[in-house]
Nanobody, 115 residues
């Protein structure tokens, strides 16, 4: 059974940085892609960033230039380095992993940015 566990969330002042981690366990395969989504209070979950097994990355316009996604394939771990954080980045951040037609989610980690 595949499980994704996020960590690294917390409270930070605007302009600060946080690094999120997501460790996948229970898989015997490497994921095709891993990524991050976030959900603001009262809103739908939105895509933040993705990294493929080949190392290609893509970002939502709202975080481009501030966030960096990276991956340790050997450890099935994905990271999200978040710099220059803004109050509007406050959300629950979810890790996601894809393998063929299957999609897996973590339980989420809260990020709060104070102004």
């Amino acid at each position: 059974q595949v499980q994704l566990v996020e960590s690294g969330g917390g409270l930070v002042q605007a302009g600060g940085s946080l690094r999120l981690s997501c460790v996948a366990s229970g898989s015997t395969f490497s994921f095709n892609a891993m990524g991050w989504y976030r959900q603001h209070p009262g809103k739908q979950r939105e895509w933040v960033a993705t990294i493929t097994s080949g190392g290609s990355t893509s970002y939502a316009d709202s975080v481009k230039g501030r966030f960096t996604i990276s991956r340790d394939g050997a450890k099935n771990t994905v990271y999200l380095q978040m710099n220059s954080l803004k109050p509007e980045d406050t959300a629950v951040y979810y890790c996601n992993a894809h393998y063929t037609v299957f999609s897996y989610w973590g339980q989420g980690t809260q990020v709060t940015v104070s102004s």
